[in-house]
């Protein structure tokens, strides 16, 4: 039987390990070197994080800001004011 105290963990699974693709295994410094091999001279003045899409927007702090608490949430942090200032 549970206590009524103890809190309920949600599973959280954040995979960093190898990504795969259909000739099989990349690692991630592989993978990024060749994302930083094909970006061109005018992607280069943008943050690393900035891709060009359909609509071409740009990724704004509030949605950064918006990522980052529901990662911490998920991962059952404490939410304090530094950790969200990366």
């Known amino acids: 039987m549970r206590r ?6 949600p599973e959280v699974m954040i995979a960093l390990g ?9 690692c991630p410094s592989t ?7 094909r970006r061109c001279i005018k992607d ?9 899409i359909k609509n071409k927007k740009k990724v704004s702090y509030e949605y950064l800001s ?3 608490h529901l990662i911490m949430k998920g991962a059952v942090a404490q ?8």
């Not at 190898?18 to 990349?26: A, E, L, M, R």
């Not at 280069?44 to 060009?52: D, E, I, S």
């Not at 939410?79 to 990366?86: C, D, L, Y």
Request: charged share 15%; net charge positive; hydrophobic share 40%.
């Open 4 to 9: 009524s105290t103890e809190l309920e963990q």
């Open 18 to 26: 190898n990504q795969t693709n259909q000739f099989g295994k990349i």
């Open 31 to 37: 993978w990024l070197t060749s994302w930083f091999a």
């Open 44 to 52: 280069q003045t943008q943050p690393l994080w900035w891709r060009k």
């Open 66 to 68: 918006k990522a980052v």
């Open 79 to 86: 939410t304090r004011n530094f950790a969200t200032s990366i």
